[in-house]
C-alpha cells in the first residue's frame, strides 16, 4: 500500500562443474581465480536478482511543485533482500533529470515494517512517514533474509516547466558479481500551473519506458 501527499543478460559466469573435470587441476584454478576479471572485463553490468520480484512494469507519478523552487525525497520504489546471498548496494544513479534539477542524496530505508510507505516527501532527508532506519544507499549491505527496503532519492531545483525523470539505476554486487538494473520508474516534476499537461506527459512517459524494456 503507497501513501502519498501529491497527484499522483546475465553475467559470464564459470561455474565448476561445467570444467572437464578431465582437465588439469592447475587449469580449473587459474579459471577460478580469474572469475572476477573477466566478470569486469565483461562490459556494462547485466541485470540480476534483486528487482525480479517487484511487482508492475514502468510506472511513474506526478510531483507538483507548489512554487519554482522544490526540495522533496522520491520513495516509490521498493525491493526485498534475497533469501540466500547478502547484497552490497554500490550505487544508485537517478537517470534523465534536467540540469536544473539536482540530487541532493540516496538513501535506503529498511527492514520495513507493517506501516506502508510514503511515495514522495517534502524534504530530503524525510522527517516522518518513514517505516524503518534510514541509512546511505552507497555501500550498503543488505542482509539475506531481512525483509524489505525503500530506495529514498532527494531533488532539488528551480522548476519553471515540467522536469522528467526516466528511471532508477540501481548496481549492486553479489559475491564476485556486479549486477546493474535500471528501474522503469518515471517522475513528472510539475509547475502548479501545468497540471494537465503533466499528466498527459506521465502517461506518455510510462508509455514509453515500457516500450523501451
Request: hydrophobic residues 40%; proline residues 7%; charged residues 20%.
Amino acid at each position: 500500500m503507497t501513501e502519498s501527499q501529491h497527484s499522483s543478460a546475465a553475467p559470464i559466469e564459470i561455474r565448476g562443474d561445467d570444467i572437464d573435470r578431465l582437465q588439469p587441476l592447475v587449469f580449473a584454478l587459474a579459471v577460478v581465480l580469474s572469475m572476477p576479471l573477466l566478470s569486469a572485463c565483461a562490459g556494462s553490468p547485466a541485470p540480476g536478482p534483486l528487482f525480479q520480484h517487484v511487482a508492475g512494469g514502468s510506472h511513474g507519478y506526478v510531483y507538483m511543485v507548489d512554487g519554482p523552487e522544490m526540495e522533496f525525497t522520491d520513495g516509490f520504489e521498493t525491493f526485498k533482500a534475497l533469501d540466500d546471498a547478502d547484497v552490497v548496494i554500490e550505487s544508485v544513479r537517478s537517470v534523465g533529470d534536467a540540469e536544473e534539477v539536482t540530487v541532493l542524496g540516496t538513501l535506503l530505508s529498511g527492514p520495513l515494517g507493517e506501516n506502508g510507505i510514503w511515495q514522495s516527501f517534502d524534504s530530503y532527508p524525510p522527517v516522518e512517514g518513514l517505516d524503518g532506519p534510514v541509512f546511505q544507499a552507497e555501500g550498503a549491505r543488505i542482509p539475506a533474509g531481512s525483509g524489505g527496503y525503500q530506495i529514498l532519492i532527494g531533488y532539488r531545483g528551480v522548476i519553471e516547466e515540467m522536469s522528467i525523470r526516466r528511471g532508477v539505476e540501481v548496481t549492486y554486487r553479489i559475491g564476485a558479481w556486479v549486477y546493474r538494473d535500471t528501474l522503469p520508474a518515471g517522475i513528472v516534476m510539475c509547475p502548479a500551473d501545468e497540471e494537465r499537461a503533466c499528466a498527459d506527459e506521465m502517461d506518455r512517459l510510462v508509455k514509453e519506458i515500457g516500450d523501451a524494456q
